[in-house]
């Protein structure tokens, strides 16, 4: 089992930055790969950024230029500069083991005012 907490987020005007930050616990040594997911209201989830072992990153195309995710150890980090409004929504920590099993964090809420 892999425990995910969230912090970061919250209220910031367009063009603003947030960090977002994930710590994972547990059964560590059973993940491959560790990402940002987001979800607005009425829309799927969709991903935003992941990084797997080995370090590469990929980015949804809305977020490419502006947001970088990092790792270190079991923390994931999203630093998202020059935000938009259609950010706004709630992100969560996923991280994937080697078995492809899922796991989720709590949700934070990023809004992004106009």
């Known amino acids: 089992q892999v425990q995910l907490v969230e912090s970061g987020g919250g209220l910031v005007q367009a063009g603003g930055s947030l960090r977002l930050s994930c710590e994972a616990s547990?059964?560590?040594?059973?993940?491959?790969?560790m990402g940002w997911y987001r979800q607005a209201p009425g829309k799927q989830r969709e991903l935003v950024a992941a990084?797997?072992?080995?370090?590469s990153t990929t980015y949804a195309d809305s977020v490419k230029g502006r947001f970088t995710i990092s790792r270190y150890k079991n923390m994931v980090n999203l630093q998202m500069n020059r935000l938009k409004p259609e950010d706004t929504a709630v992100y969560y920590c996923?991280?994937?083991?080697?078995?492809?099993?899922?796991?989720w964090g709590q949700g934070t809420q990023v809004t992004v005012s106009s």
């Open positions: 996923n991280a994937e083991a080697w078995t492809t099993r899922h796991y």
């Open positions: 990084i797997i072992s080995g370090g």
């Open positions: 547990g059964s560590t040594f059973s993940i491959s790969a």
